[in-house]
């Protein structure tokens, strides 16, 4: 079974400058097809999920823009 990687991530609104922090981990082995990232958590005023176990959907809680990090 492979180990979970944790990390912190900075993101920033592109249409309105909010900036927070998003609070990942992912399965870490170099062989691994698909990281199966997720979102342990949010702060700031954001929204985030991972999406097809890659990208992190990001949805502004200030202005409703949504955005890929």
Same mark, same amino acid.
């Given at each position: 079974?492979?180990?979970?990687?944790?990390?912190s991530?900075?993101?920033?609104?592109?249409?309105?400058?909010? &900036?927070?922090?998003?609070?990942?981990? &992912?399965?870490?082995?170099?062989?691994?097809?698909?990281?199966?990232?997720?979102v342990?958590?949010?702060?700031?005023?954001?929204?985030?999920s991972?999406?097809?176990?890659?990208?992190?959907?990001?949805?502004?809680?200030?202005?409703? &823009?949504?955005?890929?990090?």
């Amino acid at each position: 079974m492979a180990a979970r990687d944790r990390y912190s991530v900075g993101v920033k609104c592109p249409k309105c400058g909010l &900036e927070g922090t998003l609070h990942l981990s &992912e399965d870490d082995h170099p062989y691994m097809s698909n990281p199966h990232r997720t979102v342990d958590r949010v702060d700031g005023d954001f929204q985030a999920s991972a999406a097809r176990g890659v990208d992190v959907d990001v949805v502004c809680g200030k202005c409703g &823009e949504h955005f890929t990090h």
